[in-house]
Each structure stands twice: as structure tokens, then as C-alpha cells.
């Protein structure tokens, strides 16, 4: 690795520990947000995404080498980490640093992406079954537990099946579009207790059409499990993605993913590991990392500690 290269991640690591800091100073001026950074594995858990957010955007400055670079297919096949290649190189002589960075970017993409598209689905499902009930309530539920009976893994295959490889947004919208059930039955929960309270029925009482209740009055109501559901949907996604390309239906090479790098290094689990584990390692740290921010989240929204 170069100068510029160590000079990049510090950089990264710097802005990283500057955010959670300002954001942990912004924190002490409201008790929900104290709240949030009650738990110290909540501020390692912001820092760190931080960081691989930082590092995925500044990829091609933090990178040495271009992801699919082979550098040496012969002399340089499953080298060791050492000052050259920092966490060593794969099967195929490409540097494994440079291809978690340029991963990076992929696999947290995929995640976020994703999630959004089965929350903001799973939230209009749930509030228009929360809010109608009835007829409405009983088809939507019942497609849910539909959804939630058959395996995502075996969906996402019969996608597949239908077309020889997924380019990166239809593969997004193919897992959002598998992962919205267990947030819709969370936001119906939500709305059918909201429904009834006295703003909502105020609401009503003026001639406020029911898209209106829904959006302006219900919904924010209930943004708190909605949040802590996306923030634990990123990880899901991830996962998820990482096992597709695990399996080579994901993200095709000679693209880098967290999943498909640890496809690359099964072979040679024994003899390269570092092959697999950083990219393992990697892929846990985020699961990790969400699952932190989602329990702050949990703590700053929970409307019982607010009266509390």
C-alpha cells in the first residue's frame, strides 16, 4: 500500500470519530438522543458504519489496486498479507483490500437499497390493513402469511431461474420485494392501536380523506418501529445478498461483493483464509454494527421512556 493509500484511512478514520463526536455533542441537547448514546456500542456502532460509508465512497482513494486487477497469476496467487497487500491477495492474484473497498460499496448499496424497498412497502401494507381492517385487512395478512411461509432463498431462486443473471437493481428490488412481511405486520399492529386514538378520530371528524389520516396523523405516530425495522433490514439484506452471491446467483464477477469474495476463497479455506475471512469479517461488523444502532434507536424512540 502507498502513502496516499494509509494517508486516505486515516483521513476516513478521522472523519468517522469527528461525526459520532459532533453527533454525540448534538446528542446532549435532547434527552431522546442521549438516549441513543446511552449504550457505548451504540457510538462504536455509528463509528463504524461511518467509516465504511467514508471508505466505500472514497474508494478509489483508499484502494491501491483496481478490484479486478489480476496482478500476478503466477508469483502472486494467494500471497500472504504483508506491507505490499495489506490482507493479502485471492486465488486469482487480485488484491483482497482493494476488492472489500470497492465491495464495500456493492454489498452496503444492496443492503440499503433493499431494505428501503421493504419497508416503504411493508409500511403501506401494514397501515392500509391496520387502518381498513376488514376485507382489506383480512387479503393483505393473508398474502403476508403467504410470504412469510415460503423461504426468500427459494423465491429469490425461481427469479433467477427466469433470467441468466440479475443486473444490480433488479437484484435489489428482488430481495426488497421478498423482505417486506415481517415489517408489515409490525406497522399494522401499530396502526389498528393508533386508529382509534382521539387525533386520529379528530382527524376524521374535520373530513380528512383516509390517504391524509394515514400519511399525516398515523404513520409518524408509528415511525419508531418502522425506523428500528429498517435499521435491522439493512443487515438482513446484507446477509442475504452475500449468501445469493455465495451461491453465484448474486453479484456476477468479476464484480466485487463481500459474498462473492468468500465464493472465490471456499476453495481455499485452508491454505489462503484470509481469503474468506476478511470478507467475513467484514460482513459481520455491519450486522453487528446495525444491530447496535437499532437497539439506541429502540431505547431514543420508545414512547415509555419519554414518559419515563
Do not use: C
Not at 494517508?7 to 472523519?15: K, N, P, S
Not at 487480485?94 to 476488492?99: A, F, I, K, P
Not at 419508531?224 to 455465495?246: K, R, Y
Not at 481455499?268 to 467475513?280: D, E, M, N, V
Amino acid at each position: 500500500m502507498t502513502l496516499g493509500t494509509w494517508l486516505a484511512l486515516v483521513v476516513a478514520l478521522v472523519l468517522a470519530g469527528e461525526a459520532v463526536r459532533a453527533l454525540r455533542q448534538r446528542a446532549l441537547k435532547r434527552e431522546r438522543w442521549r438516549r441513543f448514546f446511552k449504550h457505548r456500542t451504540t457510538s462504536w456502532g455509528v463509528g463504524i458504519l461511518m467509516f465504511l460509508i467514508i471508505v466505500a465512497l472514497a474508494a478509489p482513494l483508499i484502494a491501491p489496486y483496481n478490484p479486478t486487477e489480476q496482478l500476478g497469476i503466477v508469483h502472486l496467487k494467494n500471497h500472504a498479507p504483508s506491507w505490499s497487500f495489506i490482507l493479502g491477495t485471492d486465488v486469482a492474484s487480485r488484491d483482497v483490500w482493494s476488492r472489500i473497498v470497492y465491495g464495500a460499496r456493492v454489498s452496503l448499496g444492496i443492503g440499503a437499497l433493499g431494505a428501503l424497498v421493504a419497508v416503504s412497502l411493508g409500511t403501506l401494507v401494514g397501515a392500509l390493513a391496520g387502518y381498513y381492517r376488514r376485507g382489506v385487512d383480512a387479503v393483505l395478512m393473508r398474502g403476508v402469511d403467504v410470504g412469510l411461509a415460503l423461504p426468500r432463498i427459494f423465491i429469490l431462486l425461481m427469479v433467477v431461474a427466469l433470467w441468466d443473471g440479475l443486473p444490480f437493481g433488479a437484484l435489489v428490488l428482488a430481495i426488497g420485494l421478498t423482505s417486506w412481511f415481517g415489517t408489515s405486520r409490525l406497522v399494522r399492529a401499530e396502526v389498528l392501536s393508533l386508529r382509534e386514538r382521539e387525533f386520529v378520530v379528530a382527524a376524521r371528524a374535520v373530513g380528512a380523506d383516509a390517504g391524509r389520516v394515514i400519511f399525516r396523523h398515523v404513520l409518524p405516530n408509528a415511525a419508531a418501529p418502522i425506523i428500528v425495522s429498517a435499521a435491522l433490514g439493512v443487515g438482513n439484506v446484507l446477509l442475504l445478498e452475500a449468501s445469493l452471491s455465495f451461491l453465484g446467483i448474486g453479484i456476477e464477477e468479476p464484480k466485487a461483493s463481500w459474498g462473492n469474495m468468500i465464493a472465490d476463497g471456499a476453495s481455499t479455506i485452508y491454505s489462503a483464509p484470509w481469503t474468506t475471512l476478511f470478507p467475513g469479517l467484514a460482513i459481520a461488523l455491519v450486522v453487528m454494527s446495525l444491530n447496535a444502532v437499532a437497539d439506541g434507536l429502540r431505547d431514543a424512540l420508545d414512547p415509555r421512556e419519554e414518559v419515563a
